[in-house]
């Protein structure tokens, strides 16, 4: 599959985005985390780990998600993904987490809910933020002391990016960084530029009232952020909620979006 990033059905609102320009990603680029209710560990053992890689890899379908990146720990999982398909990929998720509760209750003999909520996300807006989530995820397992260095640590990408093989050489990988991009090198260029995970503070005041705000949003009208990234009337609810209620201004709004201005006027409510 050739990725054209220029007519993408997922770039936002239907905003195109320029090719060469390698800087904003307005596709939906996708991190997402999955965790253990009450941060129980819920991946404590290597056969519970295995058993959750292998049940994904069982159920995906590339014509409804691609792995960029992954990071399995003890009670939580991290995946960036690029979502093609929005609606299957809520399904895939429902089942994926379904059958290893189910696995995991018979095993620990226990019942109830295993997972916290259904899983969380983040979307990626721009290519500093794609590089270094690749590079937060990955250092999950040292942040933690489990290991040492990415590197040792089994239960994630990290060494497909440093062999050049596996997540690395999917469609997407090779559209936007070839097919034998230096990741090590690129992550060393990048380090130092801090990635926001999905419970972090973000960069700037203004920022954080619009990432509120689109909390809210989600919350007030049920909606996942990706279906937000694909659905132009839906966009428009929430520039609109954004405004309103939580008083941003239109300009504001583009720059966090990077929607061109002519149009951001198609997307205003009047």
Do not use: W
Request: charged share 30%; with cysteine; proline share 2%.
């Amino acid at each position: 599959m050739k990725v054209n990033f220029r007519s993408s059905p997922f770039a936002i609102g239907g905003i195109r985005m320029p090719r060469q320009a390698r800087k904003d990603l307005n596709t939906p680029f996708v991190h997402v985390m999955v965790q253990g209710v009450n941060k129980e560990y819920i991946f404590y053992k290597k056969e519970y780990i295995e058993a959750y890689m292998e049940i994904m890899e069982r159920n995906k379908n590339d014509d409804i998600f691609l792995i960029i990146a992954y990071c399995i720990m003890n009670n939580h999982a991290h995946f960036l993904l690029y979502i093609k398909d929005i609606k299957e990929f809520g399904r895939f998720m429902q089942k994926t987490n379904l059958i290893y509760a189910q696995m995991y209750n018979r095993k620990e003999k226990r019942c109830g809910v295993l997972f916290r909520n259904r899983y969380q996300t983040e979307p990626i807006y721009k290519m500093e933020y794609l590089i270094n989530c690749i590079d937060y995820i990955h250092n999950n397992p040292v942040k933690a002391k489990i290991v040492k260095k990415c590197e040792d640590y089994k239960y994630s990408s990290y060494n497909d990016y440093k062999k050049n093989t596996g997540v690395t050489q999917n469609s997407v990988m090779k559209e936007i960084f070839g097919s034998r991009c230096n990741y090590l090198q690129l992550f060393k260029e990048n380090h130092g530029k801090r990635y926001m995970d999905i419970n972090e503070e973000n960069y700037n005041i203004t920022e954080e009232y619009i990432l509120e705000g689109i909390c809210e949003f989600k919350k007030k009208e049920e909606v996942e952020i990706v279906e937000i990234l694909s659905n132009r009337d839906v966009l428009k609810r929430l520039i609109y909620f954004l405004k309103e209620n939580c008083n941003i201004k239109y300009i504001e709004i583009r720059k966090f979006f990077d929607i061109p201005r002519g149009t951001m006027d198609t997307l205003k409510i009047k």
